[in-house]
């Protein structure tokens, strides 16, 4: 019996360790690659589901001394074991490097590794306002998060302002991993569960399902296979892999492509060229043209990928479209094509933003309402005036806060739609869209003399 | 085979442990422990102690753990020391006549959002703000009092017990190092003179207590029929961070105003058409003295180099 145990385990590690380590990404990005190209030589439409491996954005919170940088040390040491990951050590985690992103220090570790079913980007930010900057200079979109907790300690005061942060970066799946539980006993495991599950209930999280994992990353990162030390870690990436569902591209939507450039072919009219933000395009589909006060009403008559005529095309396609009775003068880079009637023009909108400080190559000097710049998003620019809230009085250089933009013309962006604003050609600070609010009048094209109203 | 074995042992294992606590006991264990946390806030492994020392005895584990804490914190408050502090928060508080300004440090941004931080911050506040009712004597227009960590540590609170044992009390429950950093207090000792404050973020509402990331103090005179500018120029030396306030005769403006770090050459923030010693001429200002504190500048700065006021008018605590 022994001797088909050796056999066994002979063979499952052949097996299992083998091809993925010579095999790991390359391939795969590989495979996933030719898959695209065929398909879309076929024909975009018939196979939606490509077999890529998924992505997912997942970042650590917690109190500092609970065991957050082990932990992700411990997971890319399991990993690693599986070929999966780089083992990256506590000290490297810790002395994260200041990362440069666009202009704007981050402070933040990110650690990539992949489970079977998926490849995850682990950022471990340090405090509340770098969360706030990744999440506003769109570094990383945090899909979920894991919220460490220590066994020992319980939920700490401030684990409600980590909770907080939460929801206000907009993460809807988080998964608890009680850290240390090695040194305390069963009845403590459950209080601090009860506990939590209360205090997610509290912040409007579904505190009954939210999934709890108990463990000690100290444990698993000296290689213990007890209960409590690599097996916790391992249910914890495959709780990952399950409870975040996958992050589906946007087929349902009525589609929309922002205008990279447009050009006339002789005697068949005018092919604006884009990438298909969400949506599937159709051919004779009913469309607007929307985008510096502009909406005009068209129908597409072809649309091509690579130079073949083909009948539908996907978001993540890039596509020319034909449009019927189009002018070359009336379209615009920066423009978006969109689905008739499904987006409509509107010139003011809500944002979050951050003002890079000095030090970053901001501005040294607060910013007050009325504030009015150049705004840079997608492929085109437009004259923007900044309001702060009514209770605010000022903003610092460093500062984040919500804000109102108002724009010389009426514009199409989404929620969620990533701008910067330059005052003379420097980068002074950067936002995303988080509410679009009915048009408001600019008399005679002077965005100073608008009148804003606030109606919260 | 092995599975089954353990499937076995875990099985018996609860066996024997529902043998040892029934589950009726157990409950009433775990709420009472969970009663007892909810209540004090002291850490799950602490509240179990305490009960197991007092026989479950709810009333007596508490007595103990708040007897317990003053220690508990000091000796979190000595492992965490070392550690560096750069978050956290200025809070002001002045009337007519005297002013507080004070830092309190801690390592995360979380903790500095916490109300058990804003209460510590306020408490500290509040305590320099009586020892410039109660302690400062009289010499010059101003009396300015520098206070370093270890001076504000000893000044005592509204309830008698000194800063540093509430600051370590703190530190037991947050886990987090936290540092009294420095603190400035003001008494203006001529009825001419007013002292104002002023925080960013501000509050909605003007008030005389406030916290953000940026403080200061400002003092100066104006006579009484002019309107008041102070609450205007404290908010523009929080803003623009002037080095010093300048001397007409002797000091130059800068040739990029952007550069500008005197005080009285500077744009005014509310008005950049005005220079903020027109905005002084026009409304009959006269500025005394002023102080910024922006958080965590000490420990980045390393304190070399750091620019000071005039320091004829300070008094120290000798």
Known sequence: MSGRLVLQSLYCSFTRKVPLKHSF????????????????????????????????????????DHGKTTLTAAITKILAKDGLAQYVSYD?????????????????????????????????CPGHADFIRNMISGASQMDAAVLVVAANDGPMPQTREHLLLAKQVGIQYIIVFINKADLVDGELLELVEIEMRELLSDFGYDGNTVPMICGSAMKALNGDESEFGAPSIRKLLSTMDEYVPPIVRDLSSPFLMPIDNAFTVPGRGTVVVGTIKRGIMKKNAEADLLGFGQNIKTTISDVQIFKNSVPEALAGDNVGVLLRGMKIKSVQTGMLLTAAKSCFLTNHYKAKIYFLTRNEGGRR??????????????????????????????????DHGEVYLTLLEDMVMTVGQPFTVRENNVTVATGIITETRSSINVPKGKLGKVVLKFDD | MKLTVQTYSKMIFQLVRRFHAGPVCRAAESSLLAKLRKKTGYTIAN????????????????????????????????????????????????????????????????????????????????????FAHTHMQAKGPVTKMELDSEQLANLATQSGKKLSEELAL???????????????????????????????????????????K???????????????????????????????????????????????????????????????????????VEVIDYIRFSCGEVIEANMPGVEKQPLDTVQTLQ
């Open chain 1, 92 to 124: 490297e985690i810790d002395r994260a490097p200041e990362e440069k992103a666009r202009g704007i220090t981050i402070n933040a570790a990110h650690i990539g590794y992949s489970t079977k079913l998926r490849h995850y980007a682990h950022t471990d």
């Open chain 2, 214 to 284: 940026y403080g200061a103090l400002l003092a100066y005179k104006q006579p009484n029929d002019t309107e008041d500018v102070g609450r205007q120029l404290c908010q523009h030396i929080v803003g623009m961070g002037p080095r010093k306030i300048g001397n007409k005769e002797t000091d130059k403006p800068a040739k990029d105003t952007d550069d500008e770090t005197c005080l009285i050459f500077q744009e005014y923030l509310l008005d950049p058409s005005y220079t903020v010693e027109e905005v002084l001429a026009k409304h009959k």
């Open chain 1, 25 to 64: 990404l390359p391939s795969n990005r590989l495979y996933v690659g030719i898959f695209r190209v065929s398909s879309n030589e076929f024909c975009t439409a018939t196979e939606p589901q490509f077999v890529e491996k998924k992505h997912c954005n997942i970042g650590t919170i917690g109190h500092v």
């Open chain 2, 170 to 212: 703190f530190i037991g429950t947050v886990g987090e190092n936290a540092v009294l950093r420095r603190a400035e207090c003001w008494k203006a000792n001529n009825k001419d003179v007013k002292i104002t404050g002023y925080t960013h973020p501000a509050p909605a509402t003007p008030a005389d207590y406030s916290a953000g």
């Open chain 1, 365 to 398: 000097k607060p910013i007050f309402s009325k504030y009015s710049q150049q705004m840079f998003s997608g492929t085109w620019n437009i004259a923007v005036r900044i309001d702060l809230e009514p209770t605010q009085q000022m903003m610092m250089p460093g």
């Open chain 2, 47 to 130: 509240c179990k102690k305490a009960l197991e020392m007092h026989n479950n005895d709810a009333d007596k584990a508490e007595s103990w753990l708040n007897d317990q804490a003053q220690a508990m914190g000091w000796a979190k408050a000595t492992k965490l020391a070392g550690r560096t502090a750069l978050q956290g928060l200025v809070a002001v508080k002045f009337d007519k006549e005297h002013g507080a300004l004070v830092e309190l440090n801690c390592e995360t941004d979380f903790v500095a959002k916490n109300e058990k931080f804003l209460k510590m911050i306020e408490d500290a506040t509040l305590a320099c703000f009586k």
